[in-house]
């Protein structure tokens, strides 16, 4: 979205650890009271894939379903704190 966000690498490593198929699911809500869940598979073998390739599929994923419903997910101050150099480190963005 052009903002630096963190992610937490954990869900990866277990995904990659255990060959496990990562599954993202967003939950949208319909109307007052009603919401779906649609599983979209991220990736059926994670052992396969390149470092933080899973966390960037699930940016992606992310991403597209803010764009798609942002009304369900600005309710919170996600960037509130600002970018510091240390950052950079751990970074897998572009």
Do not use: C
């Not at 597209?64 to 369900?72: A, G, M, N, T």
């Not at 960037?79 to 572009?94: A, H, M, Q, T, V």
């Amino acid at each position: 979205m052009g903002v630096p966000t963190s992610f937490l690498q954990g869900p990866e490593k277990g995904a990659r650890m255990g060959n496990i198929p990562v599954v993202f699911l967003p939950v949208i809500k319909v109307r007052r009271g009603y919401y779906e869940i649609k599983g979209i598979l991220l990736d059926n073998n994670p052992r396969s894939a390149k470092e933080a390739e899973l966390t960037r599929k699930y940016v992606t994923a992310l991403e597209e379903i803010i764009r798609k419903y942002p009304e369900l997910y600005w309710s919170h101050k996600r960037w509130k704190n600002s970018w510091k150099e240390e950052y950079l480190e751990p970074w897998i963005g572009d």
